[in-house]
């Protein structure tokens, strides 16, 4: 956990003097170190093991979100939506676990929520962008392969 702290500030920092990039890698950084040590971190302390994970993927969709890069924002918060559900299922969960991975997902869908009314028709051009971007790849590649 110390070393996702760290790596939180750190990003916290590069976020906060407009290092967006910097913050979206020691963000990912700290989520790994989350997703690393999260089944024994869970173990000892569910709700900072799931605040851990939470905080990061949102982190990371903000600063994207700041970087103008809106489809990888919207991953983010997909992203922690799976990483939830991934848990949720787990046989061996009591109760209050349960509750807390419920409640950190009903918030990331909130969060999720206001993303998606502010932002929805820059990922949708966005996401156009990509898919011609792949389309034309496909064509070239195509185009090629014939030659």
């Known amino acids: 956990m110390q070393n996702w702290e760290r790596l939180t500030r750190q990003a916290n920092r590069a976020y906060s003097n407009h290092a967006f990039s910097d913050a979206v890698e020691l963000n990912q950084q700290a989520l790994t170190q989350a997703e690393m040590s999260f089944d024994d971190d869970f173990y000892r302390d569910a709700e900072s093991a799931v605040a851990a994970a939470a905080v990061s993927f949102l982190n990371i969709a903000e600063s994207y979100t700041a970087l103008g ?46 993303f998606s009314q502010s932002y929805s028709k820059h990922v949708s051009t966005q996401s156009k962008v990509l898919m011609q971007a792949l389309s034309n790849a496909v064509s070239s590649s195509e185009t090629m392969v014939h030659h």
């Open 69 to 114: 890069d809106f489809v990888s924002a919207n991953t983010q918060y997909e992203n922690a939506v799976n990483f939830l559900q991934a848990i949720i299922v787990r046989p061996d969960l009591d109760g209050e676990q349960r509750g807390l991975i419920m409640r950190t997902a009903t918030h990331i869908r909130f969060e999720w929520e206001l």
